[in-house]
T-cell receptor, first 113, second 113 residues
C-alpha cells in the first residue's frame, strides 16, 4: 500500500526543546513538502524539496529546519527559535512538475508547553 | 496578502441538495487549481482539479468551475451526502516545476440528513 506516514500522531514538548517530526513516503515521488495548519486557517508552506539533498524555504520557514538525505524521507525539526510551535503539521509529496496533485500524510499534532 | 480566499467559513445544506463552495484568487499567474477535503485531525484528501485552459471539470458528484476573468472557482457537489461533511480547501499553483500550492482558509461544509 503506497502512501505517506507521519509519526507520531501526537507529540508533546517543553518550551526550549527542539523536536523532529518524521515523514516517510513510498510513492516514489521526488517532491516533498511540509505545511502547518492553525485553527481557522489554511495550510501554510514551511519547506519543500524537489530532489534529494536540496530544499527551499516556504512562506514560514523561520524557526524550522529540514533535511532530505533520502528520497523517501523528509524530516522536519521544530527548533526553540520557533515562537508559536503548537500546531498541526502536515507532510505531502508529489511528482515533480506542474499539474500534479499533492498527497498528504495523516499529520502530527505538536503541543509545546 | 491572501492570494487565495474562501470567504465563507461555513456552509450548511440538506442531504440530497447541491453544495456550492466558492474560492477567489488574485494572482493571474495561477494556472492549476485543486480542491481538497479534510476531516479533523487527518490529512487533506485530493478531490478534483482543473487547469486554466478549461472552464469545467467533472468527476462523479463533484464538478469544479473556473471563471478566469472573475478569478473565481467553485466546487459543486450534487447530491450532497452526510459523509461530505468536512472542511474543503481550494488551492492554486503558479505552475513551473516547484509544485508549490497556495491554500485558501477552508470552508466547513455540514450536510444535514
Amino acid at each position: 500500500d503506497g502512501g505517506i506516514t507521519q509519526s507520531p500522531k501526537y507529540l508533546f514538548r517543553k518550551e526550549g526543546q527542539n523536536v523532529t517530526l518524521s515523514c516517510e513516503q513510498n510513492l516514489n515521488h521526488d517532491a516533498m513538502y511540509w505545511y502547518r495548519q492553525d485553527p481557522g486557517q489554511g495550510l501554510r508552506l514551511i519547506y519543500y524539496s524537489q530532489i534529494v539533498n536540496d530544499f527551499q524555504k516556504g512562506d514560514i520557514a523561520e524557526g524550522y529546519s529540514v533535511s532530505r538525505e533520502k528520497k523517501e524521507s523528509f524530516p522536519l525539526t521544530v527548533t526553540s527559535a520557533q515562537k508559536n510551535p503548537t500546531a498541526f503539521y502536515l507532510c505531502a509529496s508529489s511528482k515533480t512538475g506542474p499539474f500534479y496533485e499533492q498527497y498528504f500524510g495523516p499529520g502530527t499534532r505538536l503541543t509545546v508547553t | 496578502d491572501q492570494q487565495v480566499k474562501q470567504n465563507s467559513p461555513s456552509l450548511s445544506v440538506q442531504e440530497g441538495r447541491i453544495s456550492i463552495l466558492n474560492c477567489d484568487y488574485t494572482n493571474s499567474m495561477f494556472d492549476y487549481f485543486l480542491w481538497y477535503k479534510k476531516y479533523p485531525a487527518e490529512g487533506p484528501t485530493f478531490l478534483i482539479s482543473i487547469s486554466s485552459i478549461k472552464d469545467k471539470n467533472e468527476d462523479g458528484r463533484f464538478t469544479v468551475f473556473l471563471n478566469k476573468s472573475a478569478k473565481h472557482l467553485s466546487l459543486h457537489i450534487v447530491p450532497s451526502q452526510p459523509g461530505d461533511s468536512a472542511v474543503y480547501f481550494c488551492a492554486a499553483s503558479a505552475g513551473g516545476n516547484t509544485g508549490k500550492l497556495i491554500f485558501g482558509q477552508g470552508t466547513t461544509l455540514q450536510v444535514k440528513p
